[in-house]
């Protein structure tokens, strides 16, 4: 039976949505702009199809090149430009309604929830409460943190509360439980996510981020792809954070791993012991965290590029009759105003042993790739998405 690999390079959007006006983000172009500001060599993601998908939304193939796979763009119908809104359409369950947010404010956080969540944790309270660039929040409050204690709790644009503490001095398990409970309390406001961030070092200038980051999100609403193929009794590898974020429901085998290289040599390890029939699911989300967000369109280049040369490896190990997929979440442009995502369409690059090369033109949905994996996995059809031949 085949095998579907589904790999997702976070944030690596290539312009923006017919509704990106909408959320401040009409112009933002990811691959784009990064093109335009750095030299991007990546033969590989060309031979895919990535800048002939990219054409489709700018009007210029800016890497011209015979293309060995199926290519095209796909539009989210979600009203949202964050990880999990794009994981669960592409998985075949698009959002009927928003997420609840949190103001640009100061605070931006209630007070009333921050005091609940104080009471229920039994901490001396918290730091920041604003909307902030995770890197810089520990910076700016690592050291109060750690004279006093209190955790550093953020937000930003996306449906989330991120709660930084340091991974030994608060400790690690203490703050997965902080985590938690803030869950618990966010329900009824409809946050997306709380996300566990813990770092380390002894200065503002020597904090850095483990890789322990926990997220702690809802489940989604209805089945999703997940669902349906464990329902089949289909084997699934998920790898880096795709347990989280379908909050490990229909996940299969987990594999929590972090940073870009760990997550290539993972990956290329695990499409080996992949059954019959199966899907291997990754993020690979240091495209987002260490660049996007940062606006550091040079790195981000540098990443991709890495990437790229990797991609070849892993497309050697596909079998006869299995799929690649190469797609993303979102946008985040590099060269953008701000820190947070930006909205975006995603390439879908599709790639196989006697897989007929062409155009998939302009999907409507992100779970337009769902479908299709369901469709050439011979497993019952979701609730959303039009298929397309693999």
Known sequence: MPRIFLFIMDSFGVGGAPDAAAFGDEGSNTFTHIAENTTLDIPNLVSLGLSKAAGLVTGKD????????????????????????????????????????????????????????????????FLSLTHASGTQVIEDFGEEHLRTGKPIMYTSADSVIQIAAHETHFGLERLYDVCRIARELTYELNIGRIIARPFVGETAKTFTRTGNRKDFAVLPPSPTLLNVLTEAG???ISIGKIGDIFA???????????????????????MKTLGDGGLLFVNFVDFDTNFGHRRDPKGYAGAVNHFDKWLGTAMMLLKEGDRLIVTADHGNDPTWRGTDHTREQIPVLCYGPGLKP???????????????IALYLGTPKLSAGEAFSL
């Open 62 to 125: 800016i890497f011209p090149a015979e293309v060995g796979g199926l290519w095209g763009v796909a539009r989210e119908v979600s009203k949202g430009k964050d990880t999990i809104t794009g994981h669960w359409e592409m998985a075949g369950v698009p959002l009927a309604k928003d997420w609840g947010y949190f103001p640009n404010t100061v605070p931006a956080i209630p007070l009333t929830l921050v005091n609940e969540i104080t009471r229920k944790t039994n901490v001396p309270g």
């Open 234 to 236: 289909r084997p699934i």
């Open 248 to 270: 490990h429901s229909g996940t299969g085998k987990e594999v929590k791993v972090a940073g870009l290289d760990v997550l290539m040599e993972t990956t290329a390890r695990e």
């Open 358 to 372: 062409g155009g998939i033109g302009k999907r409507q949905s992100f779970a337009d790739i769902g479908q299709s």
